[in-house]
């Protein structure tokens, strides 16, 4: 966990889209692992830009986590 924590907000279809602030967290991951929000099937973003669990976040950001939409068709 990073020494220099930050506070953000997130936005998640795991609870309904409600926005949660999550203090002290480095990285995307940090916030999944807080919220324990699983990460698979799951695209997320930092302030509308795609990111990764390992994106480094700003105080103040906000963090998306959506259900990937599933492709189908060989």
Not at 9 to 27: C, F, K, M, P, R
């Amino acid at each position: 966990m990073s020494s220099n924590g930050v506070n953000v907000q997130a936005i998640s279809y795991h609870n309904g889209g409600q926005v949660l602030d999550v203090e002290d967290v480095g990285t995307v991951a940090d916030v999944a692992q807080k919220l324990e929000l699983s990460m698979e099937n799951v695209v997320m973003s930092v302030n509308d830009t795609p990111a990764t669990a390992g994106t480094q976040l700003t105080n103040g950001a906000v963090v998306q986590f959506q259900k990937q939409s599933v492709k189908s068709g060989i």
